[in-house]
């Protein structure tokens, strides 16, 4: 039996198209990795890093390669060929049949529910420790209240925003602000090969980052994004604490399992 949680949940482990187990062990048989760190980043009010923009322009790359992955995964290949009613047995064993679950009223007001039984929750429950108390601080964390628009009206907010559209200008790229940017991208790329789109996308980002950072702009949202994040952690400190902990003695966990993952993993029953 392999002993890895998505393993020791299912006692007979399947194999891919190949022949070969994947038990969470970093084998050439396993699903692709995930993107790493550098790639993974979040603009919610403006791309500032130019490097990330000339490698990556808006992302588009990255959905793309994440869209291939997820097919590639031998995990949705199988449950993607099992017959409708095996399926639905796949899913209630991998998620759980719904009759048990833990709710928690998030900060936004929203009650999250998941199921207590299931090979996800046992996973997670193995993984960081104690299911319910993950559950808890987690939902908690990516629920935070939301103060963006706090952020948008702020006069520094909408100054530097007049500075970076000026900036843009001088460019040739008549927007008002990267919302502006973001809503015309859209009919910019529509019918345009990856090639030409990850073009598209990289000469924009770049100039959006460019003028970021040759303008008060990206300096302002860091500030603003501080001081509202201490509204936050006034109020949710202890689950953020809570969580992040949880993540690190989760990461050496995940660390030992993908070190013995290939090695424990179960033959065909």
Known sequence: ?????????????RRNSSGAVWSGGASSTGPPLPPSPDELKDFPYVVDDVAWARGHGYG???????????KSNPNAQYANRLPVRRQRAYEAARTGDGTRALEVTAPNGADIAQNRTGCLAWAQGKLYGDFREWFRVSTVSANLPDHSGDIRRDARFRAAVGQWS???RGKG?????PLHLQKALGPALEGKSA????????????SEAVCARSTPLSATV??????????VRDS??????TRNKMRLSALKRARDLVRGGTQ???PEM
């Open 195 to 206: 090639h030409e789109a990850h073009r598209i996308e990289t000469r924009l980002a770049v």
């Open 1 to 13: 039996m392999s002993l890895t949680p998505s393993g020791r949940c299912w006692p007979r482990p």
């Open 60 to 70: 588009g790359d990255l959905q793309r390669k994440a869209a291939r992955e997820q």
């Open 173 to 177: 790229l008549p927007y008002r602000n």
């Open 222 to 231: 860091r500030a603003l994004t501080r001081k509202y994040d201490h509204v």
């Open 236 to 241: 949710y400190g202890a689950e953020i604490d």
């Open 166 to 168: 000026a900036c843009m």
């Open 264 to 266: 424990n993993a179960a």
